[in-house]
């Protein structure tokens, strides 16, 4: 399974843009990347999943560059809400969606008013 | 539509004692999964049931752990006799076969946190 790299924590202010980073060199050709959100005291929760190039859905937007190395997972004018952290996950789609793709450390986005 | 559902929320053993974990998944859902981080680790990948069939169980640590799903729905997780190293917090999901529905990742419960002193 790919590993993955992102930052520990991040800073953001209300009604900006964010944009979180992840590394993942060893990606395989059938892997996918995928997004998870985790408040405290809860379960993750599904942001976004993609293969390639742009994925948008009603919360984030995923850029993919062509040489899949890296994404970027991005959120349009963040609010105080959006405090939580962050995982990049990459797996095969039969691996992710069994689970088995590495959570990692995650990514701890704090937005400030 | 209500959420995975996990109980207890918190769990305080002795080790060397049994406790069991349950975890009511989406309506629907076929696939089940149970995670777990100890403490300062990352979340870990358990098992997964699709129905009432263990899919994968190459995440369960040991012989102590014992996962079933009933019928197909509910699913309960135990861990017997309790060590001090199984404290955490231990997560259940849920999903639906992403070949019919893609790019809908998982649903996760809010966590059962276990102590073992």
């Known amino acids: 399974l790919a590993k993955t790299t992102q930052p520990i924590s991040m800073d953001s202010y209300e009604g900006q843009e964010v944009n979180i980073t992840c590394s993942h060199n060893?990606?395989?050709?059938?892997?996918?990347i995928t997004w998870y959100q985790q408040f405290p005291s809860q379960g993750p929760r599904f942001i976004i999943q993609?293969?390639?190039t742009k994925v948008t859905n009603e919360v984030a937007s995923l850029f993919i560059p062509a040489d899949r190395k890296s994404s970027t997972l991005s959120l349009p004018r963040v609010s105080l809400s959006d405090t939580a952290v962050y995982y990049c996950l990459v797996g095969d789609i039969v691996d992710t969606n069994a689970g088995k793709s590495t959570f990692g450390d995650g990514t701890t986005l704090t937005v400030k008013p | 539509e209500a959420g995975v559902t996990q109980f207890p929320s918190h769990s305080v053993i002795e080790k060397g004692q049994t406790v069991t974990l349950r975890c009511d998944p989406i309506s629907g859902h076929d696939n089940l999964y149970w995670y777990r981080r100890v403490m300062g680790k990352e979340i870990k990948f358990l098992l997964h049931f699709v129905k009432e069939s263990k899919q994968d169980e190459s995440g369960m640590p040991n012989n102590r752990f014992l996962a079933e799903r009933t019928g197909g729905t509910y699913s309960t997780l135990k861990v017997q006799p309790a060590e001090l190293e199984d404290s955490g917090v231990y997560f259940c999901?849920?999903?639906?076969?992403?070949?019919?529905?893609?790019?809908?990742?998982?649903?996760f419960g809010p966590g059962t946190r276990l102590t073992v002193l």
């Open positions: 993609g293969y390639k």
């Open positions: 999901a849920s999903s639906q076969d992403f070949r019919e529905f893609p790019g809908m990742g998982q649903f």
């Open positions: 060893n990606i395989a050709t059938n892997d996918y």
